[in-house]
Each structure stands twice: as structure tokens, then as C-alpha cells.
């Protein structure tokens, strides 16, 4: 009896070519926008101690109560207790933890960081939503004699979240902002709503009755259509803002005016993580339907204070890549069908004692920049003309009479033209050919 087939587990999948084309260039892309913003990169352990998160991103959230990947290390000592480890649900926590662990506020600067990597967490898989998912995102923290607290700070990270947009060429997106205010502000409005939902809470949905009583912000998220227009009667987060946070959430509105950065104030935005105050935003977009967000974030000012570390001001994003792949894949597949993305030449040697040399020939070509795939000495001519008309724009035929006379035939497949190449001339006729 055969063995049963192994496949990717429930809410995983495997990236492959040519879609990794893609993905390697929305990282690319942002790699270049974070640098040109003065960003470095950071990469935090992929699980970290359970505390972080329940202390951080808050014990009462969905993430923490239900959706966590969770396990007892049982590596130390008999005579110590287990250690609960978690795989990282978001990274914000993990890179606070980071700053304070290695004093990065000691240098009296803002600390400006990115991330790029997997996030996990125990939902119902569905289109754009797995199990292990991808993330980038950006932090910016500091003492508050940097300007960590600024509300300049907040709009050069919405500019720069629209010139991203902009530069991956992703149109139709919606930038929506609010303020849940301060750390004081925030348990006022809590209160305020608990009170409103409980004549009406019982013609909600399920998830919204339980959130009522452990998160009831995460209300204001739900989806659920019946249960929109009693959301709309509830007391608004701008009604319970001191006057230090409306000045603030005024401060970056100008900003963002000033710089034509398009925008809409959602009073509905409160986003249902512990350590959120003051701005939080999303950006959305039409085609994905219901799930529409495309990536958000928001200010954590307390959040340092909150893991045991030093006060230390901040605000940072997640992009959802899944996602953001998903647009990019929707907005191509309306325009013009995209030529596949080909190597520049396909060098196919005529018989396999020329494999070696033609390696060689290869290996000078690609140090020069070129994009090559190498064939087999084995095919015949017609499945190397097959192979390489699949897999690049040219071909070069590697038979014993080039290899002695250092002439080499190269065919456009575009066009079908067939020339004569001098070995120390073949970098430059291949470059010269159209993308």
C-alpha cells in the first residue's frame, strides 16, 4: 500500500516561482523606502517567552485568549519551572522587548527599525488570513527628548506608508485615521461603552456579546452586517479625548494636510490591542473584500513601561504581505497580461564534455550581471531549443566549434534573429536585447 501523501499543514502553504518574483519585489521595495526614511533592519527570535504578549498585546485580546501558538519548554533544569514560549502573533512587542533589553534608548536618539518575517496565529484560514503568515513593519521609539512623542512622527509614517503604496503601484487604497487617546482617555471610553451595550448586547453576535465583557473595543471591528446600526448609535471615542490628545490627532491631520497625504477620519478606528493610544490608522483597499485591510498600526506610548522598561514613546505598522501580494495579483491580472519574467539567455553546450567549459562561460556571464540558465549536454538541439524558449529571451549554442573559435550563435526567440557573437562581446549583446 502506498504511503499516504504529506502536505502543508491547514493555513500554511508553499511560496513558489514565479509568484516569489512578486514577493521579492514588494520586500525589495520597502527594503529601499525604509532606507531612504532612515530606517535599519531588525530580525527578532520567531517565539519569545509568553509573557511578552500576554503583557503586552493584552491577556483579555483574541490573540492571547484564543489564537496563540503556545508550548512548555521543558529543557531546563528538573528543579526549574517550565518555561511557556509562544510563536511571535505580531512582532511590535518582540521589538520593544528588544529595546529594552539592549538599552537602545541609552543612546538619547529616536530608534528606527524594520522587520520583514513570519507571524503566527491559530485562526480560521481563509483568502489573504493563514496560520503562519508574512509581516512588514517599521517601529519608531525613543526617550522623549528625541521628539518620540511628536506628532510629526505619526505623519512622516503615514507619509512614508503612501509613498510605499504609491511606489509598489497599488492604487485605490483608503487611509483611515482616529485617536483613541491617552492612556487616561482610553479607560473613560471603555467604561462609556460598556455601559451603552448592555440594553443592546443581546442582539449582537456571538463574538460581540463575548467581547463586551473581555474587550469591548474589539466591538466597533465587527463585520457582521445585522449588527452595524447599533454600532453606530454607540458613544464615540472623540467624545472622551482630553484636550492634550484632540491637540495632538489635530497636529497630525495638518501635517498630513499640508503634505496632500489623502486621508479619512473613521471614529470607528480603535484597534483592539492593549497598548494602542493616541493615532491609529489602516489603510484599505476594495478588492479584498470583507477581510480589506491592507496593513494598520497605530501609537504605543506606555508599552515600554508596560514589559518593565523605560518610558519611551512610539508608533509603528504591520503590512499584512499576504495580502498586499493579493492586490498587486488582483491589479495585474486587470491590465495587460504581464510577459513572463525570463532569464536573459539560456546556454545550452552540444554534448556533455563541453558541460564543464560551459559552466565556466556561465559562471563569467553571471558575475557580469546576467541572468542565465544553464541546460545539459545530454538534450538534443531541438530540446534545448524547446527548454531555453521556455525559461529566457535568447539562446546560445555551446557546440566544439564555438569552443575553438570563441564565435558563438545566438538566437532571439522574440524575433527569431540568429547571430555571431565574440565570447569577449557576448555580455554586451545580451544586455542589449529588450526587456
Not at 508550548?71 to 511590535?92: C, F, G, I
Not at 471610553?189 to 442582539?203: D, S
Request: aromatic share 8%; charged share 25%; net charge neutral.
Amino acid at each position: 500500500m502506498a504511503e499516504k501523501i504529506i502536505r502543508a499543514v491547514r493555513g500554511t502553504r508553499d511560496l513558489l516561482p514565479p509568484e516569489t518574483e512578486l514577493w521579492n519585489h514588494v520586500e525589495s521595495t520597502a527594503r529601499r523606502i525604509f532606507t531612504r526614511y532612515n530606517f535599519g533592519e531588525i530580525r527578532t527570535p520567531i517565539f519569545e517567552d509568553t509573557q511578552l504578549f500576554a503583557r503586552g498585546v493584552g491577556e483579555e485580546t483574541d490573540i492571547v485568549s484564543k489564537e496563540m501558538y503556545t508550548w512548555e519548554d521543558r529543557s531546563r533544569a528538573q528543579s526549574e519551572k517550565a518555561q511557556s514560549l509562544t510563536l511571535r502573533p505580531e512582532n511590535t512587542a518582540g521589538v520593544v522587548r528588544a529595546y529594552i533589553e539592549h538599552q537602545l534608548g541609552e543612546s538619547g536618539l529616536l530608534q528606527k527599525l524594520y522587520y520583514i518575517g513570519p507571524q503566527f496565529r491559530r485562526e480560521r484560514p481563509q483568502k489573504g488570513r493563514y496560520r503562519q503568515f508574512f509581516q512588514i513593519g517599521a517601529e519608531v521609539m525613543g526617550p522623549q527628548s528625541a521628539g518620540s512623542e511628536s506628532p510629526l512622527r505619526d505623519a512622516e509614517m503615514l507619509e512614508m506608508l503612501t509613498s510605499l503604496l504609491d511606489e509598489l503601484a497599488i492604487t485605490g487604497w483608503t487611509l483611515n485615521i482616529n485617536s483613541v487617546g491617552s492612556a487616561s482617555d482610553r479607560p473613560l471610553y471603555v467604561e462609556a461603552l460598556r455601559k451603552a451595550l448592555q440594553p443592546v448586547i443581546g442582539r449582537m453576535c456571538v463574538d460581540c456579546q463575548r467581547r463586551a465583557e473581555t474587550n469591548p473595543l474589539r466591538v466597533l471591528d465587527c463585520k457582521v452586517p445585522e449588527d452595524q446600526p447599533v454600532i453606530e448609535t454607540l458613544p464615540r471615542i472623540a467624545d472622551s479625548l482630553d484636550d492634550a490628545s484632540k491637540a495632538h490627532f489635530a497636529a497630525v491631520c495638518a501635517a498630513l494636510d499640508i503634505c496632500g497625504v489623502p486621508y479619512q477620519r473613521n471614529h470607528r478606528l480603535v484597534r483592539g490591542l492593549d497598548y494602542y493610544t493616541r493615532t491609529t490608522f489602516e489603510f484599505t483597499h476594495g478588492g479584498l473584500g470583507a477581510q480589506n485591510a491592507l496593513l494598520g498600526g497605530g501609537r504605543y506610548d506606555g508599552l515600554s513601561e508596560m514589559l518593565g522598561g523605560p518610558k519611551a514613546p512610539g508608533i509603528g505598522f504591520a503590512i499584512g504581505a499576504d495580502r498586499l501580494v493579493l492586490t498587486l495579483q488582483a491589479q495585474q491580472a486587470e491590465q495587460a497580461s504581464l510577459p513572463p519574467d525570463l532569464a536573459d539567455a539560456y546556454l545550452a553546450p552540444m554534448g556533455v564534455v563541453l558541460d564543464a567549459p560551459a559552466l565556466s562561460l556561465a559562471r563569467e556571464l553571471r558575475r557580469a550581471g546576467l541572468r542565465i540558465d544553464l541546460g545539459d549536454g545530454s538534450f538534443r538541439l531541438k530540446k534545448s531549443f524547446e527548454t531555453g524558449n521556455k525559461l529566457a529571451r535568447q539562446i546560445i549554442l555551446f557546440g566544439e566549434d564555438e569552443q575553438q573559435s570563441g564565435i558563438f550563435t545566438v538566437k532571439n526567440f522574440a524575433n527569431g534573429e540568429q547571430t555571431k557573437v565574440a565570447r569577449e562581446h557576448l555580455v554586451t549583446a545580451l544586455k542589449s536585447i529588450e526587456k
